[in-house]
């Protein structure tokens, strides 16, 4: 009975939401701006009629072309995320100054960030931000709440307080402020202000995706890509990554680059589309895209070729400081592969890269101590590098784990245990997992073709 009459309830909401919209719309199409707000914001939640972002946009600007200052912020708002419009942050400012001018606290607060971010045109100018932003707390505004925990974190204007700042991040947050779901949800990741909570950090950057920040949808992605224990929905992942690299997020680019050439994800020519992802983000001098590309390179161009790029996109991926291609450039350095070889400068940057949270850094470093002596103790030293990595989700640490247990490296043999972590790499796309996951059954097949014939060689 309760049941039934929850949905009796919902049912006559939303019989009447579709009435007022369409009473709403009449007056909306005769000029009136309250009606326009009205049926934009309709139109932008799919209240009383189908969710249609670009028609919302279109009646918020018009709305806001009257001078209405709540519709000036709204579609403010609509030109900062890209919502329904592309994202143009001068003419934004424009509409939030106005609206400022006229004492509507969100463009106040929205305009300050501006200030303080040097976004929209503006100058950074830290104390006019301030000032803007406290008028809009003063009055509760979203938009102030955040930009003052932006504040909190980088003491900008008051002391810094990371606690504090996660906690006015909170509230914009679940009273959703897209931008302050995706800080949050970094904190919730790195453990930044509150305690690490991954599920909290996927439930807010989801929500900033789905509000149209940019750096919510990268991060959702990314954490989806990278977190460790959980069966990946490669699908979900791409179409984020999607979303974010066709509004120009380098990142992406890249990340969504890497998945097309792994075969994780459908493109008509994945190699090839990959190529060309890795190029757009490198033009936005992106690392990533750097480090991707000089991997590519690596595995697939001829001997000359191969040191020439590669080790060049390492490079400048390891001066932009990628912790990756810190990684890869240390390897580089450790064998001499198209570099003079330079054991102390390779383990610098290796180090570096490890304190910076790099898998390919602990393979590396594992594989430097394994290749060292040949000893027992060094050699259980190297699995533990291997086993940090790969409870990263690092699919060569997967590998490194894979040839260690199948031959008696620095543990046990154990080809149940081995082929486990083949499957695991595998899943990630990594070409040596298809050899992991049976190696036995590989020999006596033929090694996949494109597999180098050393075992080590088959990790990287």
């Known amino acids: 009975m309760g049941i039934f009459n929850r949905n009796s309830k919902e049912n006559n909401e939303k019989k009447e939401e579709k009435k007022k919209f369409k009473a709403k719309r009449k007056e909306a199409k005769s000029g009136d ?34 001078a209405l200052p709540e519709a000036m912020s709204a579609f ?28 509507n606290a969100d463009a106040q607060g929205r305009l300050g960030g501006y200030y303080l971010l040097g976004e929209g045109g503006m100058p950074k100018n830290a104390s006019k931000a301030f000032q803007l932003i406290q008028q809009a707390l003063a009055h509760g505004s979203v938009k102030g709440i955040y930009y003052f925990g932006y504040c909190l974190e980088n003491a900008v204007m008051v002391a810094k307080d990371v606690e504090r700042a996660a ?16 800080d949050i949800a970094k904190m919730y990741r790195n453990g930044t202000g509150v305690a690490q909570d991954l599920a909290q950090a996927l439930y807010y950057y989801k929500k900033g995706a789905e509000g149209g920040c940019v750096n919510a949808q ?5 954490l989806l890509e990278d977190r460790c224990g959980a069966k990946k929905d490669y699908s979900e992942i791409a179409k984020w990554y999607k979303k974010a690299a066709d509004r120009g997020h380098a990142e992406a680019m890249a990340s969504l680059g890497s998945l097309y050439e792994r075969d994780l994800a459908v493109a008509f020519d994945g190699v090839k589309t990959a190529l060309a992802l890795y190029e757009q983000s490198i033009k936005k001098g992106c690392a990533r895209g750097y480090d991707y590309l000089g ?16 080790v060049q996109c390492y490079k400048t991926a390891a001066g932009k400081n990628y912790p990756d291609g810190m990684a890869h450039y240390g390897h580089c350095l450790r064998i001499g592969f198209g570099v003079a070889q330079d054991m102390a400068l390779a383990k610098d940057y290796l ?9 390919e850094a602990y393979c590396e470093w594992g594989l430097m101590l394994e290749l060292s002596t040949y000893n027992h103790t060094t050699r259980i030293e190297a699995f533990s590098y291997y086993k940090k990595a790969a409870d990263m989700g690092s699919a060569r640490g997967q590998c490194e784990l894979a040839r260690c247990y199948y031959e008696g490296v620095g543990c046990s043999k154990d080809n149940a245990e081995s082929a486990r972590m083949g499957k695991l790499a595998a899943e990630q796309g990594h070409p040596g997992g298809l050899y992991w996951k049976d190696p036995k059954l590989n020999e006596k097949k033929g090694r996949p073709k494109g597999l180098p014939s050393s075992r080590v060689s088959l990790c990287r």
Do not use: W
Not at 34 to 63: D, P, T
Not at 167 to 182: L, Q, S, W
Not at 351 to 359: I, L, Y
């Open 167 to 182: 906690e006015h991040y909170k509230r914009a947050a679940d009273r959703g402020e897209p931008d302050a779901c995706n």
């Open 351 to 359: 180090q570096r890269a490890m304190k910076a949270g790099s898998a």
């Open 33 to 66: 701006p309250s009606a326009q707000l009205y049926i934009g914001r309709c139109y932008l939640n799919g209240n009383g009629v189908k969710k249609n972002e670009k028609k919302g946009a279109m009646f918020l600007k018009s709305a806001a072309d009257k």
């Open 218 to 222: 990268y991060g959702y992605a990314r």
């Open 295 to 310: 991997s590519y390179y690596e595995r697939t161009l001829k001997v000359a070729d191969r040191k020439n790029k590669a």
């Open 76 to 103: 403010a708002d609509c030109l900062h995320y890209g919502i329904g419009v592309a994202i143009d942050r001068y003419t934004a400012a424009k509409y939030c100054s106005d609206a400022a001018d006229k004492g």
